[in-house]
Antibody
Framework: EVQLVESGGGLVQPGGSLRLSCAAS????????MTWVRQTPGKGLEWVAN????????NYVDSVKGRFTISRDNAKNSLYLQMNSLRAEDTAVYYC?????WGQGTMVTVAS | DIQMTQSPSSLSASVGDRVTITCRAS??????LGWYQQKPGKAPKRLIY???SLQSGVPSRFSGSGSGTEFTLTISSLQPEDFATYYC?????????FGGGTKVEIK
């Protein structure tokens, strides 16, 4: 069964950092583009970033450029999102996505 | 960025009704569009990809159509389990962008 499991969310102060992880099973991450999507509580969805199969191509929404870094470790079959200089508006549930398959999400709260 | 305008933002319908949701793109996106269903507290689930291709395991009452700038998701006969929020997503140009969502409620 194809499954994605996110971890690493939590409460962080403005200006702080978090690293989200996404562990894949049932398929190899090296075979697919991988994506992070977030959802602000009670609101809509926002595409955040994606990365190609070998990590040579990365794309970001403007609001996170220079602060977030997407990466992958094909040997560990995992996807990551390093989030620096966090702001209150980054508070959201973060989902790991592969070609229509979504993880359950991990909550990130940025507050003092 | 490509803006995706989804309408209506909400609708009330009865079981058995035919429901249509529309997404309009601010510029042409060929058929690079997907439709997603989200229920409260759950991750979204993809229903349609490439504008009109049904995701494996999704009931055939769901269908998608359109190309260029105008797209529709149709539920031919609404079932109790279809009450949810629906989103479109364009994957033609970066950054990919979602529509604002359509909440389908019970009349």
């Amino acid at each position: 069964e194809v499954q994605l499991v996110e971890s690493g969310g939590g409460l962080v102060q403005p200006g702080g950092s978090l690293r989200l992880s996404c562990a894949a099973s049932g398929f190899t991450v090296s075979s697919s583009w991988m994506t992070w999507v977030r959802q602000t509580p009670g609101k809509g969805l926002e595409w955040v970033a994606n990365i190609n199969q070998d990590g040579s191509a990365k794309n970001y929404v403007d609001s996170v450029k220079g602060r977030f870094t997407i990466s992958r470790d094909n040997a560990k079959n995992s996807l990551y999102l390093q989030m620096n200089s966090l702001r209150a508006e980054d508070t959201a549930v973060y989902y790991c996505v592969r070609d229509g398959i979504w993880g359950q999400g991990t909550m990130v709260t940025v507050a003092s | 960025d490509i803006q995706m305008t989804q309408s209506p933002s909400s609708l009330s319908a009865s079981v058995g009704d035919r429901v249509t949701i529309t997404c309009r793109a601010s510029q042409g996106i060929r058929n690079d569009l997907g439709w997603y269903q989200q229920k409260p507290g759950k991750a979204p689930k993809r229903l349609i990809y490439a504008a009109s291709s049904l995701q494996s395991g999704v009931p055939s009452r769901f269908s998608g159509s359109g190309s260029g700038t105008e797209f529709t998701l149709t539920i031919s006969s609404l079932q109790p389990e279809d009450f949810a929020t629906y989103y479109c997503l364009q994957s033609n140009s970066y950054p990919f962008t979602f529509g604002g969502g359509t909440k389908v409620e019970i009349k």
